[in-house]
């Protein structure tokens, strides 16, 4: 009697419930990668002058370049996401790494302003897909009721790459040129790739799943105001967060010696934040939402007010790491709007925060350029959190309104 072939590839729902080191192989492999985009991203905000000083531009026309690397990621996520939409996760994953390795070495070889925003522009374009998929893989590994607490334990590689790898990564700009921080960067991408092929199960992506069904998110009212949710009001962190570093030697006196330090306690505050963000968020979803924005706006005004000395201004980048704990409850919200759309709406959770560090970093340049000097970005950030609030409000009367015309004894279907 033959012995039947096992299949090449584990459906989703056969993962539902694996051991706890499965889950644990997966989660630390989806980590890495994850450790090397954050470290990618939020490594150049502390090195904004050296850069500028390199590519003969001024600070605020360098922050450009971050804005670049975040319209990357808000265009790369939904056309990725969709065409990648039959793709088997952990292949998809290991591709989306190895074309973030390449990008950043890549970055490091620009020769000047434009090549360089370029560069940063297609390095951005894997971002949001990669931890889109990876966050499903999580959640579809996770225990019952457990969901953001396993997204949020993906997203500990990107939050703990700012405590620990912006740091390695801004010492090696300042002593090597900021050149040596996207080759660390890229190399830790590389191991990435092989982390993943050993650490994470071949899941294969969900039955029936197309291009087509992909862009059914799209049609959705709640996807896109949760996709507003981040886009403007997570954008009051980037805001602030992309002149870090001139607030904090100018304004608070810091010595230049102290950037790191101060760079480490902002990633201490995003891996606190997005520990108890996640927790809080498997106990009441849109509660945790609506608070979480309501404390942005309260770091960003205290920002503004302690800025002007070292002590009380790295308590206050401690404070707003911690902004970040918004990042699992709306990746958990939109999974469970999105319907069958699961992979696009997942991505377009990371596309809609690199349009909120696009939007921040850009708002902030410009109060900035106008001469309201660098502590003004703390009330651009404010105010991008209010507006956040407003929409977070649309959203919970939208579905009151769609509760109330739903049928007796029905669920209304999430749009």
Known sequence: MSTPSLPAETPPSSAAAPDSRTLLRAVLALGVGGFS?????????????????????SIPEAGHVISAYALGVVVGAPVLAVLSAGWGRRA???ALMAVYALGNFASALAPGYASLAGMRLLTGLPHGTYFGVAALVAASLAPPGQRARAVGLVMLGLTSATLVGVPIAATLGQVFGWR???????????AAVVLVRLGVPAIAPDQGASPLRELGALRRKQVWLTLGIGAIGFG?????????KPTLTEVAGLPLSGVPFVLALFGLGMVAGNLVGSRMADRALMRTIGRLLAWSVA??????????????????TFLLGTVVAIGPALQIRLMDVADDAQTLAAALNHSAFNAANALGAWLG???????????????????LALAGMGIFAWSLASDRTRGRVAAPGQQAPAR
């Open 37 to 57: 985009i954050g470290t990618g991203e939020f490594v150049i905000m502390g090195l904004l002058p050296e850069v500028a000083r390199d590519i003969g531009v």
């Open 92 to 94: 998809l994953l290991m």
């Open 180 to 190: 040596a921080a996207f080759v660390f960067v890229g190399l830790v991408a590389l």
């Open 236 to 244: 009051g962190m980037f805001a602030v967060f992309s002149y870090i």
């Open 299 to 316: 770091v960003l005004v205290f920002f503004v007010f302690a800025s002007h000395h070292v002590a009380t201004a790295a308590l206050a």
């Open 365 to 383: 340049g410009l109060a900035i350029a106008q001469g309201l000097g660098w502590t003004s970005t703390g009330w651009v950030g404010a105010l």
